[in-house]
T-cell receptor, first 113, second 114 residues
Framework: QKEVEQNSGPLSVPEGAIASLNCTYS??????FFWYRQYSGKSPELIMS????GDKEDGRFTAQLNKASQYVSLLIRDSQPSDSATYLCAGHILTGGGNKLTFGTGTQLKVEL | DTGVSQDPRHKITKRGQNVTFRCDPISEHNRLYWYRQTLGQGPEFLTYFQNEAQLEKSRLLSDRFSAERPKGSFSTLEIQRTEQGDSAMYLCASSFTGSNTEAFFGQGTRLTVV
């Protein structure tokens, strides 16, 4: 089982709709999670971090964390064509050397006009 | 501070040659990560440092790969005897220590082995 898993997509949504991106993780001890956006050919850009159960909102983005279900999600409201990118879920996974930031394979989002 | 800086941005090398990449983290960030990313995949963990100490190295990493972070500041990643399979984007990220800290990436070094 991968430490962080995502559906690779592509996920297609019409402009103005809500995009819902999901992620599961295997290590119940993981404490913190992050969402990165990555445009083609560019490096990942941090857009959201979440450390406790519940929702965290920032503009059009809402991150949700459910530690009991080991589930993280990202909602993008009023999706725009500029949101078309790959969204990477990452978590701090506890290892023998401490904790390392581990990524899923990413979900490609396409926002259609 | 302009963020994490990586050099070079692009590198083309012949198979069998050695290459070295440099990463300058955000100042005062004591944790530094190296990742490798190929097309359609998420960043794959290679290694990470806390200050000058290398805390973990991926088991998938062959002994042709080595990383250093002398004095806990910039880091270098060296690949010896490059192979075509080493072609990828090499990403560096830095953060403060701790699990509830955010990591920020540099622009990456794209390596092409011909």
């Amino acid at each position: 089982q991968k430490e962080v898993e995502q559906n690779s997509g592509p996920l297609s949504v019409p402009e103005g709709a809500i995009a819902s991106l999901n992620c599961t993780y295997s290590d119940r001890g993981s404490q913190s999670f992050f969402w990165y956006r990555q445009y083609s050919g560019k490096s990942p850009e941090l857009i959201m971090s979440i450390y406790s159960n519940g929702d965290k909102e920032d503009g059009r983005f809402t991150a949700q964390l459910n530690k009991a279900s080991q589930y993280v999600s990202l909602l993008i409201r009023d999706s725009q064509p500029s949101d078309s990118a790959t969204y990477l879920c990452a978590g701090h996974i506890l290892t023998g050397g401490g904790n390392k930031l581990t990524f899923g394979t990413g979900t490609q989002l396409k926002v259609e006009l | 501070d302009t963020g994490v800086s990586q050099d070079p941005r692009h590198k083309i090398t012949k198979r069998g040659q050695n290459v070295t990449f440099r990463c300058d983290p955000i100042s005062e960030h004591n944790r530094l990560y190296w990742y490798r990313q190929t097309l359609g995949q998420g960043p794959e963990f290679l290694t990470y440092f806390q200050n000058e100490a290398q805390l973990e190295k991926s088991r998938l990493l062959s002994d042709r790969f080595s990383a250093e972070r002398p004095k806990g500041s910039f880091s270098t990643l060296e690949i010896q005897r490059t192979e075509q399979g080493d072609s990828a984007m090499y990403l560096c990220a830095s953060s403060f220590t701790g699990s509830n800290t955010e990591a920020f990436f540099g622009q990456g070094t794209r390596l092409t082995v011909v």
